[in-house]
């Protein structure tokens, strides 16, 4: 992790076509300075640059970035570390082979790799190259299915220092799994046990943000038992996490459609963190209005027994 006492410097690196100009346009909206391609014989000059400025400084290297080699990128970051004293914080942008191909023959571009072949023989190429990068990565970002949108909030959120004594990002999020897992989601929790408000039809068109649903769900018997054992589990993780110099942490609930229990969880969820000292993002994937509850439509935030959390 980057020292709380200097600007940070961030090197995004990883696959072609996996989502590098997207991360640094994101990081760019949060008031980091991005620089993309940059020669690696340059890297040293500019990171010593950037002693001399405030803002956080996000640099882009790939295998088209002049002079690229893994060995090369990883003694300059650690040459870095041992002249500034802060140490770069690598993140590695991923994605499968086959979602790789299909963006490539989307955008009719070639791979950097192979000119003169199919796109498959330059991405097989490129990971046996890169492999090294990867491991060395604090923080690796799997895009194949993420949209432009969810990228560029999990890349914010990667970054972004939180105040007080916590410097792990977390996130709650809820999902439903007819749509896929999250492949960002570090802990799921399926909680398709609880009672179903969709079945009372006077609750079916409301989310798990309203004050009805919750009132529903708090009333199956397993969920008092259920919130409770969860919150024992959870909480000495999360330290535990920070001293490992993990960045970002999302917890994810799934159930059926994604509307009404794992929305309901999230929000219980994230409540709870933020009243124990670990502010929590909540985002929920299938909901359209990710906006809090409005007025009339609020969420109660209790515990299976009725106390608050």
Not at 68 to 92: C, W
Request: glycine share 8%.
């Amino acid at each position: 992790m980057v020292s709380q006492s200097q600007s940070p410097i961030l090197v995004v690196s990883g696959m072609s076509g996996a989502g590098k100009s997207t991360a640094l346009r994101a990081l760019e909206d949060i008031g980091y300075e991005a620089v993309d391609n940059l020669p690696l014989p340059l890297l040293p000059m500019v990171a010593q640059l950037h002693d001399r400025i405030a803002e956080p400084l996000a640099i882009g290297i790939d295998i088209r970035t002049r002079g690229f080699s893994v060995d090369e990128l990883l003694l300059a970051l650690d040459k870095i570390e041992t002249d500034s004293g802060t140490r770069p914080q690598l993140v590695f942008l991923d994605c499968d082979d086959d979602a790789l191909v299909r963006r490539f023959t989307e955008t009719r571009r070639r791979h950097p790799l192979a000119a003169d072949r199919p796109a498959a023989d330059g991405i097989a190429l490129e990971r046996a190259l890169i492999g090294p990068l990867r491991q060395r990565a604090e923080d690796v970002i799997d895009t194949t299915v993420l949209a432009p949108g969810e990228f560029r909030r999990l890349m914010q959120e990667l970054v972004q220092v939180k105040d007080g004594r916590s410097l792990l990002t977390v996130t709650v999020l809820s999902f439903s799994f007819r749509q896929g897992l999250p492949r960002e989601a570090d802990l799921v929790f399926d909680v398709r046990f609880l009672r179903n408000p969709y079945y009372d039809l006077s609750l079916r068109a409301f989310d798990g943000r309203t004050s009805g649903v919750a009132a529903y769900i708090q009333q199956d018997p397993d969920f008092g038992p259920f919130f409770a054992n969860f919150k024992q589990l959870l909480l000495p993780l999360l330290p535990r996490y920070q001293e490992e110099g993990k960045s970002y942490l999302t917890i994810a609930f799934g159930c059926t459609g994604g509307k009404h229990r794992s929305v309901f969880l999230a929000e219980q969820t994230a409540a709870w963190l933020t009243e124990n000292g670990w502010g929590a993002g909540i985002h929920h994937r299938e909901l359209k209005d990710n906006r809090p509850a409005r007025a009339g439509r609020e969420s109660v935030v209790r515990d299976g027994a009725g106390g608050a959390l």
